[in-house]
């Protein structure tokens, strides 16, 4: 079985703090799949009725793979999502697919699919110069939470404490990049610095982890430092996350919870979704789940493959 991972970074530019992507190949040759980094600078697509000649890699046709895992979640480029969508039409897998990496970088549009789905969320809306803060006001009242329409890892993410603070930060906005679009958000404060993640793999959810922010910081995420331990998957928890990967249509995600009051509410999904905080407190091989599902989902098992070589 041979794969593709499209990234950010090649894989001679690889740092050791890159977790998943390192995971992924360790657990790939170790699992005897052919695995490649590639960014989406190395791609040319050529539109052509010649679907073998119609994508090059570095310059020249190559075989194509069986399967293609998009990491660059929140990132990717329109650049990217035109090569996932061309190796789609190859009739490679993708997983996951362009059109749910698409709809959940845009928090807005994704929001409206959870509201039509009837899933509990944070109350939103789509942010215009100039801001009425009245009615930003008596909508949500303060503190509230501004965010980018897309960023990954808590960035683009803020909280609003209060009136003049939020007057403040529209100014700054405004001042740095008049069109830039954003949304309003309402503060859960039962959630204040703690959130749940919640890892999708095949419409199962394999993992759920609690993530606790540092002293004086709402943001829990692993990557800006939280804490993360083990926390139990009810029902709620499980339903809530795997009917929200669903619903995008994700695969293999990332769904991150909030806790509101004894219940709980979405508060984003991943379509590239980091795993090392799950594997550090979870005792789950996440990578290892993601390859068994690719297994499953594309029916190529290692017996079969071993089968196919020797007919060749």
């Known amino acids: 079985m041979k794969g593709w991972i499209l990234y950010k970074h090649s894989e001679l530019e690889l740092k050791p703090e890159t977790y ?6 360790e657990v790939a040759e170790e699992n005897n799949i052919e695995m490649k980094v590639l960014t989406p600078e190395q791609f040319e ?5 010649d679907d073998r000649k119609s994508i090059l890699l570095d310059g020249e046709t190559v075989p194509l793979p069986d399967f293609l895992l998009p990491r660059m979640g929140a990132e990717t480029s329109y650049y990217a999502l035109a090569i996932i969508r061309h190796l789609e039409s190859l009739g490679v897998h993708t997983f996951n697919s362009s059109q749910s990496i698409e709809t959940v970088k845009d ?4 929001h409206q699919i959870l509201a039509k789905a009837d899933i509990a969320f ?3 809306m789509l942010a215009k110069h100039p801001i009425d803060v009245n009615l930003v006001e008596d909508q949500f009242g303060f503190p509230l939470v501004v965010k980018a329409l897309s960023g990954s890892m808590g960035s683009g993410v803020f909280l609003s404490g209060s009136r003049s603070n939020f007057i403040d930060l529209m100014e700054l906005i405004r001042s740095t990049k008049s069109n830039v679009n954003f949304i309003l958000q309402e503060f859960v404060s ?7 993640r919640v890892i999708i ?3 199962r959810a394999v993992a759920c982890m609690e993530r606790v922010a540092k002293e004086g910081d709402f943001k829990a995420n692993f ?8 926390f139990e998957m009810t029902p709620e928890i499980e339903w809530l996350a795997t009917e929200t990967a669903n619903v995008f249509g994700l695969e293999i995600a990332g769904i991150d919870l909030l806790f509101d009051g004894e219940h709980f509410k979405v508060c984003e999904a991943n379509s590239s979704p980091g795993f090392e905080g799950v594997e550090s407190c979870c005792g789950i091989d996440i990578a290892q789940e993601m390859y068994n599902f690719i297994r499953v989902r594309l029916g190529m098992f290692p017996e079969e493959e071993e089968n196919e070589e020797k007919r060749d």
Do not use: A
Not at 20 to 25: F, G, P
Not at 190 to 196: A, E, Q, Y
């Open 201 to 203: 793999i095949g419409g």
């Open 45 to 49: 697509l050529i539109v052509t009725r």
């Open 122 to 124: 944070p109350k939103t």
């Open 20 to 25: 998943e992507i390192n995971r992924l190949l």
């Open 223 to 230: 990557s800006r430092g939280g804490m993360v331990r083990s």
């Open 190 to 196: 039962t959630s204040m610095g703690r959130d749940l």
């Open 107 to 110: 928090k807005l549009y994704s």
